[in-house]
Each structure stands twice: as structure tokens, then as C-alpha cells.
């Protein structure tokens, strides 16, 4: 089978992303370099100066937005800040800060464009170096920021791959999980692969048979990390080919930048630029291939000479390399690989490491930020012409950047009236939001007497009608105590008369008594009387016995009663 036909197979389903949007960051592990070559093919127009960014960056990202035309700079290290959330727009050699920023400083985040257009960007560590699970999503249209999915694991350098209908993320600063994102950002799958170490600065290509390929990149003790796949579906990790050593060891392409790429000028394929092999500079092309067992390179290609950390860009056909570094040196080389073969360039004009290249609609290359010669970021922005592209005029592009520059300096010239305008009604509107707070706050305050006299009149409801309720039992009691007094009125009204009564029997019993104790006393007078005379007079003879009330009588004496007599 033929190598193209070969690269195609593994390959061809992210070709259509491969020119764009893949390569989210180009960091690579840090090595030796090795010779410069000779040029051959493929040379470069030319390296204009683009103008200079609005921050000196590094550990940023930058992509193509609005079709291609202009490149979103966002977050990385500024000479001020461990990690910004600014952005700027660049486009025609000019970068205009964005008024809009990202919720949370990021630097070593990755970024890519969905097919929807917005820009997600990933992870990263805040200014305090933690590791972030947050992401953001930028709408190019509205030129904002907005909050995006969190991931499932915090993320710090991560490898970024695109394929045709996901978006993998593949380990981190200690971190060795894998997440496999829809392009629609719903809900990840999480791989846990069986690995040593997390991997920072790594790249990350996607083929067509669910495997990820991870290369580049150091682990979490500062050593280069050796290639190795991964599948998407079992999360089953495997080493990469390699070639074997005279010790029959396996060495790895150890530093090296893995890029989708077109450079047999047909097919897509994946390749690793750069890095080392064994103590060696790596200048060769590595093929990436999952069926390989043997390191496989491209014949009649390698690059002038083995550099790490360098811009890696893909061309329409080829792939471009910038700046870098070659052992401790930082270089600003620039050349093309393509399958005509590797060509030189002019160099860039300031050499730099760790920059971010972006190709643009016109076939040109916008190198930007990174690390220069003293290791502090850079902020000169370079426009790299491949040849058959269109070439603009420095001069030319300058005097777009004036004029753009004159019109966006009237725009702010209104903007600032129009400010000073918002400024006066701010004021104004305070005053008057302070008065109608005042006002508001009264009527809070009447509310809320007024809530404590319905509260109060409501208590004292309550009351009277409780009081009422006492006063209709007391009345109903007084009704019954009036009936029972009347009752006992006419009772002792009885009772009176009775008494009365009583009193009046009792006045003639007692006259009664006192007539029969003066008729008794008479009688005791008479008989007293008639004993003394009876003791007197002879006795006489006895004949009959008579009984009249009490008094006994001898002889024929008869007194008014009852009598009885003998026979």
C-alpha cells in the first residue's frame, strides 16, 4: 500500500479541519537542536511586519474568526499579569483591544472554532497557577464572551485534537483522565487511561479508527513524554512506534509538534515535526501511523535543522515552521515543508519560541506572541507570505493600519462624547434614582406603619370582639340572674306572706294560750278556793264522781264541758 494512501485511511476525516481550527497549541518538550540544512523548495514570499499586539503575550491563543479574516488573540502572560483575561482582535496588521474579557484569567487554556462559529476555550490556570475546569465560549458576531461547559477534570496545558463530529482533551499538569466532547458540547465521556503521569504541552490527532494520538509534551517530573494512543472508545492506552535502540530499547521522537498536514500534495496525513531522538535532533518527518511497529519517516523531507517549541501551521499543501528553539538557542528560521520539498524563508524579525501561528483566509500566516531571547513575552505581530500567495506591501499595509487607525481614533473621538453624554445622564440618573430611593423609602416607611397600625387595628379587633362576646355572656348571665331574682323575689314574697301568716297564727295561738293560762289560772283560783273551803266545811257523804276538763267535782255540781254520771 502506498504511503499516501495510507496517510489518507488514518487521516482523511479531519482533513477538512486541518487548515483552520486543529492546532490549538503548538508547544512542544524541550531538547537539543542539531545543524542548519540548505533550502530546497517552496520558499516564502516574504515576512511583513503586522503591527504590534495591544498586550505582549505568551502561553495565549489565537484563532481565525470572522471567515478567516481576523484572529481572536485571547488570555496567555502579559509582562504585567501571571495570566490575563483580555482579548484583541487582529486584522489588517493592526490589534485592537476587545471591550468584552473573559470571566477568569487563563494562561496555557486551548482554544478552538466550532463549527457554529464561536470559539471554545478550555481550561487553563488562573493567576494563582490552579488548574481551571471552566471554559468559555466567544461569539465572534457580538464579539463577547459567555460561560461554556464545565469540564469533567481541571485542565492545564492540554492536548487538544478536532475530528469530524468530537472534540478530545487529552490529559494535563497532572492529570491523565481523557474527555471526548460532541462539537455540540452536551455531555462528555470521561477515559481514564492506565498511565504513569499527567502530560503538559502536548498535541493531540484524531484518525479514523476512535484512536487519539498523543505526542509531545512533558510529564509530570519535567521529562519529555513518549508518544502513545488511546483509544476513544475503551480508553485502552498503547505505546507508538519507535525505533529500537543498541541497548534494545525503544526510543521515541521525544519534544516533537504532531500536526494534520498535506505534504505528498493529495491526501491528509499526521506527522511529527522537530523534537529529539535519543540524543540526537530530530530534522526528519515522522509518519503517524496506528498499524506501524517500526518509526516510519518521510523520504526526501526534514527540516534545515531540529528545533522545538516552534510554530508548526498547516497550509492548503504543506506546513509551515517558525521561530523555536534549537538546544538553549532561540531562533526566528522560518520555512515550508511540502512534498516538493523543505524551503527556506525569511527569518522573523524578532526570533521567538512558544508563539502561535494562525493561517488566514489568503494563505498567509499570523505569527504571534510567544517568548523572544530574554524569555519575556513578545508583542511584535508578523505576517508570513508563503509563495503563490499574495504578498501585501508593508508600506501598503502600514497605511491600511493608519487609516484604520485615524477611523477607529474618530470612532473613540465619539465614543468619548457619547461617554461624556452617558457620564451627564449617569449623573443625573443617580440623582434622580437617589431622590425616588428617598421617596421609595418613605413609602417603605409609611407601608410600613401603616402595616403596624392594620396589625394594631387588627389586635384591637380582636379585642372588641372578644370584649363583645364577654359583654353578650354577661348580659345572657344577667338575664339569667334577673329571672332568678325574680323568681326569688316572688318566693320571698311567698315566704313573706306565709311568714306573715305564720306570725298572725302564731298571735292567736299565743292570745289563745294566754286566755286558756288566765281561764287555767282562774280555775286553779276557783279550785284553790273550793279546796279550802272544802277543808272547811263537814264532810260530806260520798256519792257520785264527776270530771269537767281537769278539775274533779264532788256532789251534784255540774260545769259547762262534757259530763259524765253513774247510773
Keep these: ?11 482523511g476525516l479531519v482533513g477538512v479541519l486541518a487548515g483552520a481550527a486543529l492546532v490549538a497549541g503548538c508547544n512542544g518538550g524541550s531538547s537539543s537542536g542539531g545543524g ?34 481576523a484572529v481572536l ?42 463549527p457554529t462559529g464561536e470559539v471554545w476555550i478550555v481550561g487553563g490556570r488562573d493567576a494563582q497557577g490552579v488548574a481551571l475546569r471552566s471554559t468559555e465560549l466567544y461569539d465572534p458576531a457580538r464579539r463577547v464572551f459567555r460561560r461554556g461547559p464545565d469540564l469533567a477534570e481541571a485542565r492545564d496545558e492540554a492536548a487538544l485534537g478536532v475530528g469530524t463530529s468530537e472534540v478530545v482533551l487529552a490529559f494535563g499538569r497532572q492529570e491523565g483522565s481523557v474527555e471526548v466532547w460532541p462539537l455540540d458540547l452536551s455531555a462528555p465521556r470521561v477515559l481514564r487511561p492506565s498511565v504513569r503521569s499527567g502530560r503538559r504541552g502536548a498535541q493531540a490527532l484524531i484518525n479514523d479508527n476512535g484512536e487519539v494520538y498523543v505526542a509531545g509534551g512533558v510529564d509530570d517530573d519535567g521529562r519529555p513524554a513518549a508518544p502513545m494512543w488511546v483509544d476513544l472508545t475503551s480508553g ?44 540526537e535532533g530530530f530534522r526528519r518527518v515522522q509518519v503517524v501511523r496506528p498499524d506501524d511497529v517500526e518509526l516510519t519517516t518521510l523520504p526526501r523531507l526534514a527540516l534545515a535543522f531540529a528545533r522545538e517549541r516552534a510554530a508548526v501551521v498547516p497550509l492548503a499543501r504543506g506546513v509551515l515552521v517558525a521561530g523555536g528553539l534549537a538546544g ?12 516538493d520539498g523543505a524551503g527556506g524563508a525569511p527569518a522573523l524579525t524578532i526570533a521567538r519560541f512558544d508563539a502561535e501561528g494562525t493561517a488566514l483566509a489568503d494563505g498567509t500566516v499570523l505569527i504571534s506572541g510567544g517568548r523572544g531571547r530574554d524569555g519575556l513575552p513578545v508583542g ?22 493608519r487609516a484604520e487607525q485615524e477611523a477607529f481614533d474618530r470612532l473613540v473621538a465619539e465614543r468619548d462624547a457619547a461617554v461624556a453624554d452617558v457620564q451627564r445622564l449617569t449623573a443625573e440618573l443617580t440623582t434622580t434614582r437617589a431622590a425616588l430611593d428617598a421617596a421609595t423609602q418613605r413609602v417603605r416607611d409609611l407601608e410600613a406603619q401603616l402595616a403596624q397600625a392594620q396589625a394594631q387595628a387588627q389586635a384591637l379587633t380582636a379585642q372588641l370582639d372578644q370584649a363583645r362576646q364577654q359583654v353578650s355572656s354577661l348580659q345572657a348571665q344577667q338575664a339569667q340572674l334577673q329571672q332568678q331574682l325574680t323568681a326569688e323575689q316572688v318566693r320571698a314574697s311567698q315566704l313573706q306572706q306565709q311568714a306573715t301568716a305564720a306570725q298572725q ?29 272544802a277543808a272547811q266545811a263537814p264532810a260530806a257523804p260520798q256519792g257520785p264522781t264527776f270530771q269537767v ?10 260545769v259547762a264541758g262534757s259530763a259524765s254520771s253513774g247510773p
Design 236 to 279: 485502552a492506552a498503547r505505546d507508538a512506534a519507535g525505533r529500537r535502540g543498541e541497548q534494545g530499547d525503544v526510543q521515541h521522537v521525544l519534544g516533537g509538534t504532531a500536526v494534520v498536514a498535506t505534504l505528498d500534495g493529495v491526501t491528509v496525513g499526521g506527522y511529527v515535526l522537530g523534537g529529539a531522538l535519543g540524543r
Design 73 to 114: 488573540i485571547v488570555g496567555g502572560e502579559t509582562l504585567g499579569r501571571p495570566a490575563t483575561a483580555t482579548a484583541e482582535l487582529w486584522r489588517a496588521g493592526r490589534s485592537v483591544p476587545l471591550p468584552a474579557a473573559m470571566a477568569v484569567g487563563r494562561v496555557g487554556h486551548r482554544a478552538v472554532r466550532l
Design 505 to 533: 297564727q302564731a298571735a292567736q295561738a299565743q292570745l289563745q294560750a294566754q286566755q286558756a293560762q288566765q281561764q287555767a289560772a282562774q280555775a286553779q283560783q276557783q279550785l284553790a278556793a273550793q279546796q279550802q273551803a
Design 380 to 401: 511584535v505581530t508578523e505576517l508570513i507570505v508563503p509563495a503563490g500567495a499574495s504578498a501585501p506591501d508593508a508600506a501598503a499595509l502600514f497605511a491600511q493600519a
Design 1 to 11: 500500500m502506498s504511503e499516501s494512501k495510507r496517510s489518507s485511511q488514518v487521516f
Design 328 to 339: 538553549p538557542t532561540v531562533v526566528g528560521d522560518v520555512e515550508v515543508l511540502t512534498a
Design 36 to 69: 542548519r540544512g540548505q533550502a530546497a523548495a517552496a520558499a516564502i514570499g516574504s515576512t511583513v511586519l503586522a503591527g504590534s499586539l495591544v498586550e505582549a503575550r505568551a502561553g495565549h491563543q489565537a484563532v481565525a474568526v470572522e471567515d478567516g479574516n
Design 549 to 558: 276538763g281537769a278539775v274533779t267535782r264532788l256532789g251534784p255540781l255540774v
